[in-house]
């Protein structure tokens, strides 16, 4: 079991950055492929990034790629999103989720989610 709890979402203009962060508690950190996911209101979840266990992979949803980068630091047991050139269609609450050991099934079937942390961007 693990827990997953994101911060960092906030209202900011188009063009702008923000830092999503996900703190971890539960069993070893290390052993989970780690992910973002968002849902903008009248709208499905969309996959947005995804990283394996030693953050030596990435992959990204061809909405975010060249804008967002995640990384992940093992010791602190947290994973972040950066995301960067931030538009107006950005705007939902975005997901922490959590996987074990598997990376490919990180971008599609999580194990574990977190509660969501709102992103806005103003045009």
């Known amino acids: 079991q693990v827990q997953l709890v994101e911060s960092g979402g906030e209202l900011v203009q188009a063009g702008g950055s923000l830092r999503l962060s996900c703190a971890a508690s539960g069993r070893a950190f290390g052993t989970y492929a780690m992910g973002w996911f968002r849902q903008a209101p009248g709208k499905e979840r969309e996959f947005v990034a995804a990283?394996?266990?030693?953050?030596?992979?990435?992959y990204y949803g061809d909405s975010v790629k060249s804008r967002f980068t995640i990384s992940r630091a093992n010791a602190e047991n947290t994973v972040y999103l950066q995301m960067n050139s931030l538009k107006p269609e950005d705007t939902a609450v975005y997901f922490c989720?959590?996987?074990?050991?598997?990376?490919?099934?990180?971008?599609?079937?999580?194990?574990?989610w977190g509660q969501g942390t709102q992103v806005t961007v103003s045009s």
């Open positions: 990283i394996n266990r030693s953050g030596g992979m990435t």
């Open positions: 989720t959590a996987t074990w050991r598997d990376f490919i099934v990180s971008m599609t079937t999580p194990d574990y």
